[in-house]
């Protein structure tokens, strides 16, 4: 899960780069907070009160800073993962069409994935064709599959499909094509160090 530990880190970075920041607008919130408490108790114009803690220019100022540092409320890293599909795509054209993939019942969704996106590198499409498996995607990665135009997000849908291998529980079984040997449980012992 290499890719994963990426966007973890990455996420960790920003979190170093951006801690004054985010303090400082914690402060604000809490000052900004504490006069609206005050205008409440007291019965007092909450703008004039608040203009006293700081400047509505500023307050303006702080409010689009935020919105430029905030994370996803549940904290998760997945949209920063975007980022890695350019690097990515240099290998998993290469993966997929070198190796092929058995499942049991269970992880079939997830290869019917990974043959979709086999089909869509040889034919060079670039959209998911309606009708692509998507049982495999993990609930916390759902709000990633779809763009705004409500199809399929390729960059998503292809990281999800590979970054799922190794959790079907060795419900896979990966074959070098042209070779004799069968190697139990995924791949991704060597696809995933390429993220």
Not at 180 to 186: D, E, I, L, S, V
Request: charged share 30%; glycine share 6%.
């Amino acid at each position: 899960m290499i890719l994963q530990s990426k966007g973890r880190k990455t996420q960790e970075e920003m979190q170093k780069e951006n801690g004054k920041a985010v303090n400082e607008k914690v402060v604000h919130f809490a000052d900004i907070g504490a006069a609206l408490i005050q205008t409440r108790d007291k019965g007092l114009d909450p703008f004039s009160t608040i203009e006293k803690v700081m400047p509505w220019d500023k307050i303006v100022t702080s409010v689009e800073e935020a919105k430029k540092l905030a994370r996803p409320m549940d904290y998760d890293y997945l949209d920063l993962l975007e980022n890695r599909f350019t690097y990515l795509r240099k290998y998993t054209p290469a993966l997929l069409k070198s190796l092929e993939f058995r499942s049991t019942k269970a992880a079939e969704p997830l290869l019917h994935a990974l043959k979709t996106l086999n089909e869509m590198n040889e034919s060079g499409k670039r959209k998911v064709p309606d009708g692509a498996p998507l049982d495999f995607i993990p609930k916390r990665w759902e709000k990633h599959m779809y763009d705004e135009e409500g199809t399929i997000n390729r960059h998503y849908y292809e990281m999800a499909a590979l970054t799922g291998v190794p959790s079907e529980k060795c419900g896979f079984t990966t074959l070098r094509k042209n070779a004799n040997k069968t190697r139990a449980c995924p791949i991704l012992t060597v696809g995933l160090l390429l993220f």
